[in-house]
C-alpha cells in the first residue's frame, strides 16, 4: 500500500494536462463529524491520516505541498475551513504533525473549502466521505472554479462503498480521478496507469481512455458584430437529466464526462438548443449565432429636460415580451433585427414608440414625460 499511495501522489502531479506553479499540491482533509464513522472496522478518520502521513512521507522534495481540513474546530459552524499551512510553508514532517492533529468535530463545507483550495494551487487532493453539508452546491461550485482557472484538477479519496454523486461531479467537472477508500484492486490499477502515464515522456503518451471527461467551450453572438454577447446555457444529458447552468456568461469551459449533451442557450427570449456528441479528450467549441444585430437607445425626460428614471418594456412586432429595463433614464441595448414595440412608463403616465431595428444600426427615441 505504501508503494501505491507513492505512485498516487507522483502521478497526480504529474498527469499530461497540469499546470502547476511550482509543483504545488493541496490536500483538503474533511475533518466533518460523520469521519468517525467506521470503514472495514476503522474510523474513516484514522484510514484518512495513515493515507496523509504515508504521502507526506514520500512525497518528493521538489512538490510543495499545502494543508487545508474544514470541520475540525467547532460542531456547527459551517465557516469552519482552515489553512493549517500554504503550499510550501511547512517542512513536510511538520505538516504530518498538524495532520496527525486533526480531530474531526462539525458540519462539511465542501463547497466553500474547495473556493479556499482553489485560491492556493491547482491541483486539490479531496480526502472526504461525502456531501455537503451547508447548503452549498459543491458541484456548481467545482463547474465555476473550472471555468475560471482551466488548469485546476481535483482528484478524490472516497470513504465510501458507492461515492456521493457531488464526489463524482467535483471529479468529472474537474477531470480528476475518484478512488474509493476501501477498493484495494481499485487502488492498485489506479496506481499502476497513473505510474505509467507520470513516467511516459509527452510524446509518447497514450491516447485518453474512455472515461477521460471531455471539454464544452460555449458561446454566443451576434452573426455581424464581433465579440461575444452574455447569454445563459443550460447542459441536459441524453436522458434529459440537468447537469449544469450557467447565468450571464460571455464564455462557458466546462468539463464533462464522454457521453451524449443537449445545450440550451437562452438570451434574452431567444432560445437556441444543439445538441453535442462529447468523446474522451475531446475539446468541441461552438458558437450559437443569434443573427445580425443592431442597437437601440431609449431615453426619458421631464419636460423641462431633465432625466426621468422610467421602466421600459420592449415587444417583439408580434407582441411577445423580449426585455425590461427598470427605473433608467436612458437604455443602450442590442437586439436583433425588427420591428418592436417599446413602452416607457413614468409616475403614472405611459407612452408607447414602434421603432425598427436594422443590422449594425444604431436607433433612437426619445420619451418626454409631463
Not at 502521513?53 to 481540513?69: N, W
Amino acid at each position: 500500500m505504501r508503494f501505491l499511495l507513492t505512485s498516487l501522489l507522483s502521478a497526480c502531479l504529474l498527469l499530461p494536462g497540469i499546470s502547476l506553479a511550482n509543483d504545488q499540491l493541496v490536500i483538503l482533509l474533511d475533518a466533518s463529524n460523520s469521519m468517525w464513522g467506521e470503514l472495514d472496522g476503522q474510523h474513516k478518520i484514522s484510514i484518512a491520516r495513515n493515507r496523509l502521513s504515508t504521502l507526506l512521507k514520500d512525497a518528493p522534495e521538489q512538490y510543495d505541498i499545502g494543508l487545508m481540513a474544514y470541520g475540525n474546530r467547532r460542531k456547527s459552524d459551517c465557516h469552519d475551513i482552515n489553512t493549517l499551512a500554504t503550499p510550501g510553508e511547512l517542512p513536510k514532517d511538520q505538516l504530518l504533525h498538524q495532520a496527525l492533529g486533526i480531530m474531526p468535530k462539525g458540519r462539511s463545507p465542501l463547497g466553500a473549502a474547495l473556493q479556499q483550495a482553489a485560491k492556493l494551487g491547482n491541483h486539490i487532493l479531496l480526502i472526504s466521505d461525502g456531501n455537503e453539508s451547508c447548503d452549498a452546491d459543491p458541484c456548481a461550485i467545482s463547474q465555476q472554479l473550472k471555468t475560471d482557472n482551466p488548469d485546476l484538477r481535483v482528484d478524490i479519496l472516497a470513504f465510501q462503498d458507492k461515492p456521493a454523486h457531488t464526489l463524482e461531479c467535483i471529479t468529472a467537472n474537474t477531470g480528476g480521478a475518484l478512488l474509493s477508500a476501501n477498493e484495494t484492486q481499485a487502488w492498485e490499477q489506479m496506481a499502476s496507469k497513473l505510474h505509467t502515464a507520470a513516467s511516459t515522456p509527452a510524446s509518447n503518451k497514450p491516447p485518453a481512455t474512455g472515461n477521460t471527461p471531455g471539454t464544452l467551450k460555449l458561446s454566443a453572438g451576434a452573426s455581424n458584430q464581433p465579440g461575444n454577447l452574455m447569454a445563459s446555457f443550460l447542459i441536459y444529458d441524453n436522458d434529459e437529466h440537468h447537469i449544469a447552468s450557467y447565468t450571464a456568461q460571455t464564455e462557458v469551459t466546462h468539463s464533462i464526462a464522454p457521453g451524449t449533451y443537449r445545450v440550451d442557450m437562452l438570451w434574452g427570449e431567444l432560445k437556441q438548443s444543439h445538441t453535442f456528441d462529447v468523446t474522451p479528450g475531446q475539446t468541441i467549441q461552438y458558437h450559437f449565432d443569434l443573427g445580425p444585430m443592431g442597437q437601440i437607445k431609449l431615453q426619458s425626460r421631464h419636460g423641462d429636460g431633465q432625466p426621468a428614471e422610467a421602466n421600459f418594456t420592449l415587444y417583439t412586432d408580434d407582441e411577445h415580451y423580449f426585455a425590461s429595463q427598470l427605473l433608467k433614464h436612458e437604455v443602450s441595448e442590442t437586439i436583433p433585427v425588427g420591428t418592436y414595440r417599446i413602452t416607457a412608463s413614468f409616475e403614472g403616465q405611459t407612452q408607447e414608440a414602434r421603432m425598427d431595428v436594422k443590422a449594425a444600426a444604431t436607433t433612437k427615441h426619445l420619451f418626454q414625460f409631463k
